[in-house]
């Protein structure tokens, strides 16, 4: 018997029911029978492909008819945008600002946490030279690398900033 199959279930589906024979909504049940749900699934670091599911479901369906060359445009915006063409195309037509989608500013807004942790542990690092500075009445010869390391790490994050902001046009 090959393992992982139940005994007992038809020879045609034993491939597919690992699990048992108990099945939700067209999915096989996780182990000890309970429902298999996307959190439990999802992998971390990856974005979904597909937006969230909604209570209810979408009852609505809208098809589009493009050319070819304007199907190849949308394949490749959606993989460089990470998500399908349903997605890409819902989130384009519901964004606040033109040419802006929620997965841009999820990644926009995954940047500014970086750098917020970059400058945190660089203010970290300062501090930590101006207590020795202060303690000993000047700067130690050996603290000077450092210090010249920690403000190019200020200078790169602040530069960093500067380019989403930018890019957002929040700042003229």
Not at 42 to 64: D, F, L, T
Not at 127 to 153: D, F, Y
């Amino acid at each position: 018997m090959v393992s992982g199959l139940i005994p007992g279930l038809p020879p045609r589906n034993r491939s597919h029911w690992r699990c048992g024979p108990r099945r939700v909504r067209g999915r096989c049940a996780g182990p000890g029978g309970g429902v298999v749900t996307d959190e439990a699934n999802a992998r971390p670091g990856r974005v979904r492909r597909r937006r969230a599911n909604v209570p209810g479901g979408r009852a609505k369906k809208h098809e589009v008819w493009v050319s070819a060359e304007e199907e190849a445009e949308l394949y490749q915006r959606a993989l460089r945008a990470g998500v399908g063409i349903p997605r890409l195309l819902a989130e384009a037509a519901m964004a606040d600002v033109p040419g802006e989608t929620m997965t841009e500013r999820r990644k926009q807004l995954t940047e500014l946490f970086r750098l917020h942790r970059t400058l945190a542990g660089a203010a970290n690092n300062l501090n930590q030279i101006a207590r020795v500075t202060n303690a000993e009445g000047m700067l130690p010869v050996e603290l000077r690398a450092a210090l010249a390391s920690t403000m190019a790490e200020v200078r790169t994050a602040a530069e960093h900033v500067q380019g989403v902001i930018e890019a957002n046009g929040l700042r003229s």
